[in-house]
């Protein structure tokens, strides 16, 4: 079985500070990680995705991700966030026998302030 | 066009009731999906759709029936629901189910279903 772990279920930054959200995953296979986003009262949109090839993955907003095996890792950041940033953020994995699922971590609200 | 379109966007309903969300696109995808997501929660897949057949159920009651009349709507039919039902309701396609292993889903903003 595939699993997510987010670590911090809540993260605050400034407006302008480094945004790091954090995920680690599980998988007996090569795992497809993604990174979506949900502003309140919406559905999930995809920021990001790693299936194969290079590990350091940018996305839309100014987001990226790496992909480290080592670490079972799939850490989300932005250089610089913005209050439109503030939102629900879910890691997610899919592949192996799971076809056809994607599993999501617990979801970290990012909180940007002025 | 590249949206998922759902509705109703808020349905109340009693534990007698019978109604129905219903699930549209237009992008010629294949596949589609419900999701469940309670408040705080992650979204819980529940039904997957390939071609118009079931593809997977995730073990849901069957006071919940989805149906698939043709490759751009997907509706979940409602009876006798629970209050612990209340959730918000995602549908989501795909091109394919293989575009899920690549992360090409795309969802609706949701029903939020309140069950009194």
């Known amino acids: 079985a595939q699993s997510v772990t987010q670590l911090g279920s809540h993260v605050s930054v400034s407006e302008g500070a480094l945004v790091l959200l954090r995920c680690n995953y599980s998988?007996?296979?090569?795992?497809?990680l993604f990174w979506y986003v949900q502003y309140p009262n919406q559905g999930l949109q995809l920021l990001l995705k790693?299936?194969?090839?290079?590990?350091l993955v940018k996305g839309i907003n100014g987001f990226e991700a790496e992909f480290k095996k080592s670490e079972t890792s799939f850490h989300l950041t932005k250089p610089s966030a913005h209050m439109s940033d503030a939102a629900e953020y879910f890691c997610?994995?899919?592949?192996?026998?799971?076809?056809?699922?994607?599993?999501f971590g617990q979801g970290t609200i990012l909180t940007v302030h002025p | 066009d590249t949206e998922v379109t759902q509705t109703p966007k808020h349905l109340v309903m009693g534990m007698t009731n019978k109604k129905s969300l219903k699930c549209e696109q237009h992008?010629?995808?294949?596949?589609m999906y419900w999701y469940k997501q309670k408040a705080k929660k992650p979204p819980e897949l529940m039904f997957v759709?390939?071609?118009?057949?079931?593809?997977i159920n995730e073990s849901v009651p069957s006071r919940f029936s989805p149906e698939c009349p043709n490759s751009s709507l997907l509706n979940l039919h409602l009876h006798a629901l629970q209050p612990e039902d209340s959730a918000l309701y995602l549908c989501?396609?795909?091109?394919?189910?293989?575009?899920?292993?690549?992360?090409?889903?795309?969802f609706g903003e949701g029903s939020r279903l309140t069950v009194l």
């Open positions: 998988s007996s296979v090569p795992p497809y």
């Open positions: 989501a396609s795909s091109p394919g189910l293989a575009g899920l292993l690549t992360g090409e889903l795309f």
């Open positions: 790693y299936t194969t090839g290079a590990t």
């Open positions: 992008m010629g995808h294949r596949a």
């Open positions: 759709y390939s071609y118009e057949k079931l593809s």
């Open positions: 997610a994995v899919a592949g192996g026998t799971s076809y056809g699922k994607l599993t």
